[in-house]
Nanobody
């Protein structure tokens, strides 16, 4: 069993920044594809960003491209989401996701991000 724990959420004004962290247990983190998803009240969970294992190839949703940056520190078993120029539309619970080499999916408990006007 792999455990993912998010942190760094909070309340921020529009235009501000937050940095989310996701710490992973396990000794094979460097081989996982990691990602961030979010879910706003009354809406479906949506993809935000993805970063592949040690190659660190990244993919972003169009809605966050140019504003968010996903990165990872394999030595710390941690993936980050730097969120700049935040908008009220970014308000959601943000979930960390990991996919193992055997295609098992793991999810964190989520961290709340609230962006005020």
């Amino acid at each position: 069993q792999v455990h993912l724990v998010e942190s760094g959420g909070g309340l921020v004004q529009a235009g501000g920044s937050l940095r989310l962290s996701c710490s992973a247990s396990g000794r094979t983190f460097s081989f996982y594809t990691m990602g961030w998803f979010r879910q706003a009240p009354g809406k479906e969970r949506e993809f935000v960003a993805r970063i592949r294992s040690s190659v660190s190839i990244t993919t972003y949703a169009d809605s966050v491209k140019g504003r968010f940056t996903i990165s990872r520190d394999n030595a710390k078993n941690t993936v980050y989401l730097q969120m700049n120029s935040l908008k009220p539309e970014d308000t959601a619970v943000y979930y960390c996701n990991g996919v193992s080499t055997t295609y098992d999916n793991y999810w964190g408990q989520g961290t709340q991000v609230t962006v005020s006007s």
